[in-house]
Every structure is written in structure tokens, then in C-alpha cells.
């Protein structure tokens, strides 16, 4: 029987919990013990998991039931296993080493961040700041269409210059923000100019009001020109490495 994947985590804390799963399927979340290991899993009856809204929402809200457990190491989502037979001959193998890993998860959570700029209020916020840039923009206001067109070319390139120094001044007051909690971090690669930040802290769970109340004050001093979306908790993906091939190989 295949079985579409949620976590592994320690057999004397894996309880299965009521909660919609990844379908198609007609069956329920299972925790199958695997020496001190348990597996989370659950029937699934296609060869791969569409990743629709409701799937993607019934991956997440179990893996976080899960984690309110004790600690786990999710597995992304559309994991699939031929048979939960041929799992456990190669979770078994390791059991040593994820036991370990686990270990260090105990009583941590990961914090999901990401923070982007409101583009027209940032760039009204380093026009103001810069009295060169208002300078140019006055000018361009001001002067012949030709001459205009490239003032503000000019001016373009100008603020591209500063919106770089003002992404790197966030990703500085985040990491100054988070320093008494963070114990490991992740920044993810950015590919837009109004992304400031993308990334995970791992942080103690007893630490979460507190990190949530330093973020909300940040993001009320800064929420004329910044937006905020924080995950918290959240599964500690960004900071456990598993394999499970070949046995199991993501949709």
C-alpha cells in the first residue's frame, strides 16, 4: 500500500491525531513504530499528491499537530512510499543519528520570516531622505519631456542604489531583532528588489510570546513601508536533513 509521508518522530511520544489527510484516500493518519522511531503516514491512493489548497493545508495542519507532540522531522510535502515495509528498512539504519537530531529539537520551534517593502512608500522614504534624489525628482518635475526622461532615468538608477542599502539595513535590524533568541538561522536567496528579508530562525518554544511580541513592535514602527508575514510555530524544516530514498521519492 502506498503511504504519503508526514514526520518522523520518537515512538513513545507519537500519538495519531483526528485531522483530515493528503488525499486521495480512504483511510487515516497512522503512527507506525519503527524501533524507538515512529513514522506518521497515511493511506494514499494515487501515485503522487496534487498539491492543491486543501492537501497542502492537511500536510501543514498535521505536521504542526505533530510537533505539539514532541519534536519531529517533517518531511516536505508529496512524499510518497511504495509500502511502509520498505520504509523501515532504511529509517531503521539510522535510527541512531535522527534519534540525535531529534535530541536537538527538543523544546525548539522554527520561525518562518519574510519581509518585503511597500515599493511607492520606500521609494517616497529615500527621496525624502536624500536631498541629491529630491533634487533630481524636482528637476524632472520641472524640466523639458526630453530632459525629463532622462533626469528620471537617473533618478531610477539612484534609488535602485538605495533600495540594495535599505534591503541589507532590514536583513541587519532582523538578525539585531532575533539575537537573544535565534540559536541557528537560514537566509534564503532573494530574486526581487522589494524582498528585505526571506528566512528561519530556530528559536526555543518557551521564547515564542516573546518573539512575537519584539516582531509586532517592529512591525508597528515600520508598517507605513515594510509588510511582515511570520510563521510561528512552524515545523523546524529548514533545519533537519533526512534522507528516505529510495523508498520514498517526492510527487
Known sequence: M????????????????????????????QCTPMGRLALAWSPIDAPEALPSRRNMLAHTKILEAMNRQGPILPCRFGMIAPSIAALEKLVLPQQASLLDTLSGLEGRIELGLRIT????????????????LREISQRADRAHPRDAHRLRLDLGREV??????????????????????????????TSDDLT?????????????????????????????????????????YNFVAFSLAPAAAAA
Not at 502506498?2 to 480512504?26: F, K, M
Not at 540594495?164 to 537566509?187: C, F, G, I, K, P
Open 117 to 132: 517593502l511597500h515599493e511607492q512608500a520606500t521609494i517616497a522614504r529615500i527621496v525624502a531622505s536624500e536631498p541629491r
Open 160 to 189: 535602485a542604489s538605495h533600495l540594495a542599502a535599505t534591503r541589507a539595513a532590514v536583513a541587519r535590524q532582523v538578525a539585531s531583532l532575533l539575537a537573544d533568541w535565534a540559536e541557528r538561522s537560514v537566509v534564503h536567496a
Open 2 to 29: 502506498p503511504a504519503y509521508l508526514y514526520a518522523i518522530l520518537r515512538a513513545a511520544e507519537a500519538q495519531a491525531v483526528d485531522l483530515p489527510v493528503v488525499g486521495p484516500s480512504t483511510g487515516n493518519l
Open 196 to 236: 528585505a528579508f526571506h528566512g528561519a530562525f530556530l528559536v526555543r518554544a518557551a521564547d515564542e510570546a516573546a518573539i512575537i511580541a519584539a516582531i509586532e513592535r517592529y512591525d508597528g514602527e515600520n508598517s507605513d513601508w515594510l509588510a511582515i508575514r511570520c510563521v510561528l510555530p512552524a515545523p523546524p
